[in-house]
């Protein structure tokens, strides 16, 4: 039997939701639910589902097992904990919440109700990152040595003025870094490692009236002592693809996007050629760098089917709430760590 999804929250990144769920085996997209009469009537006529004004009456859906929240980044909690308290099983675009209080009130009812909590990374599930995870799990790369992840994108002064919540602290919860660049981020700290230490430096460059950074650079120390970098901007035009590298005594890896630029090691395998073929020769997507509707659906539905999987056997998703934290977090030490001018752990969000 498929597992019945409803969406809150549809904004954008809603309507990608709805496409993957379609898309995804075992699933099947139920109902929506918006504080928008006219909007969830749109979305479920749209997308062939229930369309719902009232969040309890969406919750009492027959068939609804999963709740995709989509609403803005800081007002992923209050839908989660209805939804939680329901009995629902979740799954949260990213950010997972916006500070390290919201995503620990929503883990600690989740795990009081006993419901499973996945956090949308699609970026994992591209084939390039899967194949640089495998490498350096393999020790194909020796010790690690650096990791960098560069998203040097470009977003208009009018995606912030007409956006509502965009570059807002309250619902953005920051800007280039928490919203745009959590993705590399979240690859780099999944190729990495643990981040123990980071230094940095925010500011806000291209676009006025925004309460939140625009650019943003850090240095960051893994456990093991690897070193690495992490620059974000949404004022880089025209925009350019997110690089994630990784380096070591023995190869180095990196990806543009969903290409690889790099797939060389001291000790060549038969496969190597193949895969270099393969995966490094196409064009890399945009995946929004200029436009944030310019992405792919593949990786939210890979995430759907491994949610519906982990339901089905009685196992975890591949990136449950507490791996979902960790990329927030990371953001939010280099936040603190650029107010302050002092190292931060991003374990803790002390200083370091």
């Not at 803005?72 to 329901?86: K, M």
């Not at 093991?224 to 690089?243: D, V």
């Not at 593949?298 to 979902?324: K, N, S, T, W």
Request: charged share 20%; glycine share 14%.
């Amino acid at each position: 039997m498929s597992v019945g999804f409803g969406v809150v929250g549809l904004g954008m990144i809603a309507d990608f939701h709805a496409r993957a769920l379609h898309a995804a085996g075992g699933a099947e997209l139920v109902a929506c639910a918006s504080r928008s009469d006219a909007r969830a009537a749109q979305f479920g006529a749209r997308h062939g589902c229930a369309g719902y004004h009232d969040m309890a009456e969406f919750l009492r859906h027959p068939g609804l097992q999963v709740v995709s929240v989509c609403t803005p980044s800081g007002a992923h909690l209050e839908p989660a904990l209805a939804a939680i308290d329901a009995g629902k099983h979740l799954i949260v675009e990213k950010p997972l919440e916006v500070t390290r209080e919201r995503c620990a009130r929503l883990l600690e009812a989740a795990d009081r109700r006993g419901v499973t909590v996945a956090g949308i990374f699609p970026s994992r599930f591209l084939a390039v990152s899967r194949l640089i995870k495998e490498a350096i799990e393999g020790g194909r790369l020796g010790r690690i040595v650096l990791g960098d992840a560069y998203v040097k994108w470009h977003r208009t002064q009018q995606y912030y003025d007409e956006g509502g919540w965009h570059g807002t602290v309250r619902l953005d919860g920051g800007g280039a870094l928490m919203n745009q660049s959590i993705h590399a981020i979240d690859l780099l700290q999944w190729f990495m490692g643990p981040a123990e230490r980071v230094i940095s430096a925010t500011a806000t460059l291209g676009h006025d009236g925004i309460e939140v950074e625009d650019t943003g650079a850090a240095v960051v120390q893994f456990a093991g002592g690897a070193l690495g970098t992490i620059e974000g901007s949404t004022a880089a035009w025209p925009g350019f693809p997110q690089r994630v590298e990784v380096y070591g005594t023995a190869g180095s890896v990196a990806s543009i996007q969903d290409r690889l630029e790099h797939w060389t090691f001291a000790a060549e395998n038969d496969g190597d050629a193949a895969v270099r073929a393969r995966h490094g020769h196409a064009e890399a997507s945009a995946g929004g760098a200029s436009n944030p509707a310019d992405i792919g659906i593949e990786g939210h539905q890979a995430q759907f089917e491994d949610l519906v999987q982990a339901l089905q056997h009685g196992r975890g998703p591949a990136i449950d709430g507490a791996e979902a934290c960790k990329a927030v977090n990371i953001v939010l030490a280099i936040y603190e760590s650029a107010r302050t001018g002092k190292p931060v752990d991003p374990r803790t969000g002390a200083a370091a």
